[in-house]
Each structure stands twice: as structure tokens, then as C-alpha cells.
């Protein structure tokens, strides 16, 4: 079965190069996916499987049934949104929207999502069971996720599967990652309120920026002496708004920033620590203050024995030269992990790197590019996968 696969991924590498190419064009942002939407429907529905628009606002599902009819559903999910960046590539197949790109390879996840359902449903009769692809919007903005399960597409849902580009890794590998494959992402907000007065007597007022500055700066020192080195914790703070005047003591600063960790533990401990630091800081100099911590997506955390399928899935198709066991996790967020709360899943780490350069643009670089000779490396990976994964269901 292998071999067929492959040489059905190898025959539709061409048109796999057209669709990547036409979607790679015309990048949509987060919940701004409709044509993207309606392209990736009709490729869908030429490919016989049942298709179900506008879920999740701008997704797609297509469900392929297999021999056996029951409750259970294996979930392959890709995502179509792009970035609000202007392309710098060079490329023929540049974007053509001004200000989007496909900067972290969602193109290439949906174009890999297409080619698994076009090579998987002409193997239909082999497979044990329903299997349902997701095409998700607004990963970018960590929305889309829940958007889609609010929708209902994880009922019945007995495990999912995932893929993200990683340019670190050449074409044609793989990379398999257990555990923590990514971390958990918050968002904050910190409010500094304290007294306005005459810039030439900071004795009268109570400066809000200087007081701020203690704030970040005790916060960065504190992760390093309270926070579990072997629990990491990143904490940035990426805008700053205060003050009316070159003149005048500010009374106001707000501080917006991200809180990245990997261990639920630790997270859960996250907004009460940060808020008794915020208070210590305020308290001594007679500020007062807001805390907003809004929790975002969890960490994504790859389910043991999904992991292990994709790699022997891998290791057969490609042999373990070319597969990578990741031993880090990514500080970097992915909403896949809203849908492990649903059922086990994993997600794996697709080479695109090119190994003739010696340089590969990093994720979100205006000329990120993709080797696209990882996409039938990444087509086959999950075909296989999926065809195991009945294979395996059948017999246990």
C-alpha cells in the first residue's frame, strides 16, 4: 500500500505545484479566507468527497468514508490563513494582494491537505474507517481552532493529526517531536496608574513610565530566580502607550505583552505571580494598578502513540536517515492544541528547507520560500499515517 501511495502522491506532484502556487497568489488574512475557501471546496468535491462550507466562519471540512461505518473519525487538519506581510521573495508565484503573504507556510499545509484527500480517496476501499479533513482559518490569530470545534467538527473524533513547515529542517525530512511540541501563549495587559505633574518636579507627581520600567525590568529578573529554570517561561512586552507630553509626568502607561510556558502547572500559576510582582512595585511607590491576563491557546502536547504512528509512518516511507527526532520544544503557539482537548492528536514537523542555500529564511520573513518537494514528502506522510492508523483501529 506504500508504494501505491507514493506513486499516486508522485503522479499528482504537478498539480499539487499548480494548487500551491494559485493559493500561495492570492494570501487571505484570518477570517478573510473565502476564496481560498471556495478553491480548496471545489478541489474537494472533484475528489468525491462530502463538503461542508462556512464552518468555523471561513473553514471547510470534507469527510471521506471509508469500509467500515462506524462512529469514529480520524481528523487530518491543515489551516489556509496568511500574515500581514508585503512579500520580498522575488518569486513568479508572488502574492498578488499588497501587505499579505503566505509567510509561514500555510499554503504549502493546505496544498499538503488537498493532495492527502486526492491520494487517499482513490485508496478509499482500504480504509477502515471515516476520516474528516479540516481546513481551518485564522490559526494566525488563534481563533480559528475554536471556531471550528464550536462548529461541531470534532464530534465523534477519535484522534487528529497536524503538520507545520519548519525551514530548519531540509526538504524531505521529517521531524517528530514527543511530547511539548509548542507552548502555551497568554496575553497581557498591565496598567500603571499613577499622579501627572510638572516634568521639572517628579517629586510632586508619581512618574507612571518610570515606574513602569520597574515594572519590566523586575519582572525579566524574576522569571530567572523564581521561575523553574527546567519550566521556562518567556515573557515580552511588545507596546508601550503612555504620556502626553515631553513635559509632563505621565499618569497613565499600558504595557501589552505575550507570556509564553510549556507546563500547565506553571501557567496556571502564571497571573497571580506576575500580579504580585506588578503590586510590589507599585505598592513602593505609591502607583496603582490593573492586571489583564487572558489566557490563549494551551500548549500542544503530541499524544505518545499518535507520535510513534507518524514516525514508523515516516521511517517506512522515507527510512530513519531522514527523520528527525526534535529533542526542544517551539516557544511559538499553535491553536491545533484547542482540538487535543477534544481527542489525542499529533503534529509533526515538515522539512522546507533547501539544502543547496545557505540561507532559509526564517517563519513569518517577508522572503520565507519553500522547498516544494516537501509536499509530496508531507502527502505521503500523512496518507500513510491515516491508512495505518485504520490499519492499526481494524486490529485492536
Not at 496598567?191 to 518610570?210: C, L, V, Y
Not at 499618569?251 to 496556571?268: A, F, I, K, N
Not at 510590589?280 to 502536547?301: D, E, I, L, M
Request: hydrophobic residues 40%; contains cysteine; glycine residues 8%.
Amino acid at each position: 500500500m506504500l508504494t501505491r501511495i507514493k506513486d499516486l502522491a508522485t503522479n499528482l506532484a504537478p498539480r499539487l505545484l499548480e494548487i500551491r502556487r494559485h493559493i500561495h497568489s492570492h494570501p487571505e488574512l484570518s477570517g478573510q479566507e473565502y476564496q481560498t475557501a471556495a478553491f480548496v471546496a471545489g478541489v474537494l468535491s472533484s475528489s468525491g468527497l462530502h463538503v461542508v462550507e462556512g464552518v468555523g466562519k471561513t473553514g471547510v471540512i470534507g469527510e471521506l468514508q471509508g469500509t467500515q461505518h462506524n462512529e469514529k473519525v480520524l481528523a487530518i487538519r491543515t489551516d489556509m490563513d496568511a500574515l500581514p506581510i508585503q512579500e520580498r521573495s522575488g518569486l513568479e508565484y508572488a502574492s498578488r494582494n499588497m501587505g499579505v503573504m503566505h509567510a509561514c507556510g500555510h499554503d504549502a499545509h493546505t496544498t499538503i491537505g488537498l493532495g492527502t484527500a486526492m491520494v487517499l480517496s482513490q485508496i478509499a476501499e482500504e480504509l477502515g474507517g471515516k476520516i474528516r479533513f479540516l481546513f481551518q482559518p485564522a490559526e494566525e490569530i488563534a481563533q480559528g481552532a475554536s471556531w471550528m470545534v464550536k462548529d461541531g467538527v470534532m464530534n465523534h473524533v477519535s484522534a487528529i493529526l497536524g503538520v507545520h513547515v519548519f525551514p530548519s529542517i531540509p526538504a524531505g525530512y521529517v521531524g517528530i517531536r514527543y511530547g511539548a511540541l509548542t507552548a502555551a501563549a497568554d496575553d497581557l495587559e498591565i496598567m500603571i496608574i499613577g499622579e501627572s505633574g510638572h516634568g521639572a518636579r517628579p517629586h510632586e507627581a508619581i512618574d507612571a513610565i518610570w515606574i513602569a520600567c520597574q515594572v519590566i525590568t523586575s519582572l525579566q529578573q524574576a522569571i530567572s530566580r523564581t521561575q523553574n529554570p527546567l519550566r521556562p517561561v518567556v515573557l515580552s512586552i511588545g507596546k508601550i502607550h503612555g504620556g502626553r507630553a515631553p513635559n509632563i509626568i505621565a499618569d497613565q502607561v499600558q504595557l501589552l505583552g505575550t507570556v509564553r510556558s510549556l507546563h500547565p502547572e506553571t501557567r496556571t500559576q502564571l497571573p497571580s505571580w506576575i500580579e504580585n510582582i506588578v503590586a510590589n512595585v507599585c505598592n513602593s511607590y505609591g502607583a496603582k494598578y490593573q492586571v489583564n491576563y487572558r489566557q490563549g491557546v494551551p500548549s500542544v502536547q503530541n499524544d505518545y502513540a499518535l507520535t510513534k504512528l507518524l514516525q514508523s509512518s515516516a521511517e517506512e516511507a522515507w527510512t530513519t536517515d531522514r527523520i528527525q527526532v526534535l529533542p526542544e520544544p517551539s516557544l511559538g503557539a499553535e491553536d491545533f492544541s484547542v482540538y487535543l482537548e477534544h481527542a489525542p492528536g499529533s503534529m509533526f514537523r515538515l522539512g522546507v528547507g533547501y539544502q543547496d542555500r545557505s540561507i532559509n529564511h526564517p517563519l513569518h520573513h517577508p522572503q520565507f520560500e519553500v522547498d516544494e518537494s516537501a509536499i509530496v514528502t508531507g502527502v505521503v506522510t500523512l496518507a500513510y499515517a491515516a491508512y495505518k492508523y485504520w490499519k492499526i483501529s481494524r486490529t485492536t
